[in-house]
Every structure is written in C-alpha cells, then in structure tokens.
C-alpha cells in the first residue's frame, strides 16, 4: 500500500505536466491559424484594391471599343477609335506596377496583366482589319481572368471577373 502511496504524486504530476503540454500544443496551433488567417487578411485587401485599380485604368481609355462592341452596325469612324482605345489600354497595362503588399503573387499577376495588355493590342490589330475576328484576343483575355483568379483563390476570395467591370 504504501508503494502506491509514493505513486501517487508522481502519477499526478505526469497528468499535470501532460495537461499543460496538449494546452500549451493546442495554444501553438491556434497562433499558427491566426497568422495564416492574418495572411489571408493582409492579402485580401491589397488584391480587391489591385482589381479595382486595374479595371479603373482599363475604364480610362476604352470607353470607345465600348462603344463599338456595344454597336450592331458600328462605323468605320468607330472602329478606327476602338482601335485607338485597345492600343491605349495595352499601353496602359504595360505600365502597370504591382503593389509591394503583393509581391509575392508578383509573378502570377504580372502574367495575368500580360495576357490582359496582348488581348486588348490584338483587339487594336484585329480592328484595322476589314473583317476583325475577336476570337483570339477574347480568348486571351479570359487566359488573364484565369491567372488573376487562381491569385484570388489563394488570398480566399471569389474569381474576380474583369470582363464584367470593364465592358
């Protein structure tokens, strides 16, 4: 009996320090998926603002190939502007920075903006055409929605449509 007396602290000491290491294991885990989620955060804000400035810069310049998409019968006199305002949008595009609060998504982005400012130079070289097909720059053009989405989809949140806010 009393060797199980002995037993006994050291019993409850093991039970004790087992108790505080699960809680102090689970307090880790907790701190680890607060920073993932803050990371998650700090990310989701940068790329709503990025979307909103790109498709802000877009809207700048192709009010014109708006028009003319927006056309059954556009004429000529609105095709030569829609050629303009794609050529200008590809410009601008090209000189797009991607914010320091993205860098890490840098690479993914800067290909997305790349298919983006191609589609809208071939729209421009397809309109000086007596019969332009759109087909491949569209085609390119939703090339970039992709990329920009996986980006979207990394940072939790939905795939951005750029066609929407810029037509």
């Known amino acids: 009996m009393r060797k199980n007396m002995i037993l006994i602290p050291f019993v409850t000491l093991a039970i ?10 689970n307090s880790e885990k907790k701190e680890r998926k607060d920073a993932s989620a803050a990371v998650q955060t700090d990310l ?20 014109d190939l708006n028009v003319y998409e927006s056309k059954d019968q556009p004429t000529p006199e609105m095709k030569a502007k829609a050629s303009l305002a794609a050529a200008a949008v590809s410009e601008q595009l090209n000189q797009i920075q991607i914010p320091s609060d993205l860098k890490n998504q840098k690479t993914e982005i800067g290909a997305a903006i790349k298919d983006f400012a191609d ?6 070289e397809e ?18 929605e992709e990329k920009l989405g996986k980006v979207f989809k990394e940072g939790k949140l939905g795939k951005p449509n750029l066609s929407n806010a810029v037509n």
Do not use: H, W
Not at 119 to 124: F, P, T, W
Not at 133 to 140: I, V, Y
């Open 44 to 63: 989701k804000r940068p790329l709503v603002k990025f979307f909103m400035d790109l498709s802000n810069k877009i809207n700048e310049k192709d009010a």
């Open 16 to 25: 004790g320090l087992t108790a505080c290491s699960t809680s102090q294991g």
């Open 119 to 124: 589609s809208y130079q071939a729209i421009a």
């Open 127 to 144: 309109l000086k055409k007596d019969t332009p097909s759109l087909d491949k720059a569209n085609a390119t053009f939703a090339q970039g």
